[in-house]
T-cell receptor, first 113, second 115 residues
C-alpha cells in the first residue's frame, strides 16, 4: 500500500543553519504531497504542498520539490530560526478511490540560539 | 472562511468508561472528515474517514467507532475505554470536490488520558 518514510529525528541545528528533512514515498498513480508542521500541544498546520511532478511548494522560507523519478519530497530551508522548532510531517493523498492521507512518522526539529 | 472546532481539549477518563469526542466544521459543505490518533512520540494513524452523512470507513479494527449525524459533524466514540486508547486525537477535513489535491485542515486536538 501507499506509504511515507521520513528521516529519523531529532534534528538539532544552530540558528541560521541550512535545513533538510528527507521524505520519500511509495504510491500508485500520482499522489499530491504535503508538508505539515506541528507545534507543541497543537494540531497540524499545512506548510506547503505540490500536486504534480516537478512542482515546487514554498511557504515561510521552506521549499520542497516533487521528484517523481526519486519518489521524494525533501523539505529545505536556507536559514532556520528558533521559532522553526517543531515537528514536521510529510504526507501524501492517495489517488485510488476515496482520498485518504498517509503521514510519515514526523521529524522533530530543534533550533538553538 | 472555514473553521474546525474540536472538543474537549483535554480529557482524563478511567478504564472502562465511555468516550465521546466531537468535531464540527464551519464555512464549507460536504467536506470529507477524518479522525486520526497520534500516540506519544509517534506519527499519525488514520482511524476513520467519512465522505458523507452516515458513511463511515474504518481503517483500524478496535474498540472505537465514529458517526456522522450531520454534514459537518463527526463524532468519535467508545463504549469502554482501554489504557491503549490514550493519545492525541485529531479531527480533520478536506474539500471533497478538490479530490486529493485539497490539503487536510486539522483541529487543535484532544489529549485523552485513560487511567
Amino acid at each position: 500500500g501507499d506509504s511515507v518514510t521520513q528521516m529519523e529525528g531529532p534534528v538539532t541545528l544552530s540558528e541560521e543553519a541550512f535545513l533538510t528533512i528527507n521524505c520519500t514515498y511509495t504510491a500508485t498513480g500520482y499522489p499530491s504531497l504535503f508538508w505539515y508542521v506541528q507545534y507543541p500541544g497543537e494540531g497540524l498546520q499545512l506548510l506547503l504542498k505540490a500536486t504534480k511532478a516537478d512542482d515546487k511548494g514554498s511557504n515561510k522560507g521552506f521549499e520542497a520539490t516533487y521528484r517523481k523519478e526519486t519518489t521524494s519530497f525533501h523539505l529545505e530551508k536556507g536559514s532556520v530560526q528558533v521559532s522553526d522548532s517543531a515537528v514536521y510531517f510529510c504526507a501524501l493523498s492517495t489517488t485510488s478511490g476515496t482520498y485518504k492521507y498517509i503521514f510519515g512518522t514526523g521529524t522533530r526539529l530543534k533550533v538553538l540560539a | 472562511s472555514q473553521t474546525i472546532h474540536q472538543w474537549p481539549a483535554t480529557l482524563v477518563q478511567p478504564v472502562g468508561s465511555p468516550l465521546s469526542l466531537e468535531c464540527t466544521v464551519e464555512g464549507t459543505s460536504n467536506p470529507n472528515l477524518y479522525w486520526y490518533r497520534q500516540a506519544a512520540g509517534r506519527g499519525l494513524q488514520l482511524l476513520f474517514y467519512s465522505v458523507g452523512i452516515g458513511q463511515i470507513s474504518s481503517e483500524v479494527p478496535q474498540n472505537l467507532s465514529a458517526s456522522r449525524p450531520q454534514d459537518r459533524q463527526f463524532i468519535l466514540s467508545s463504549k469502554k475505554l482501554l489504557l491503549s486508547d490514550s493519545g492525541f486525537y485529531l479531527c480533520a477535513w478536506s474539500g471533497g470536490t478538490g479530490g486529493g489535491n485539497s490539503p487536510l485542515h486539522f483541529g487543535n486536538g484532544t489529549r485523552l488520558t485513560v487511567t
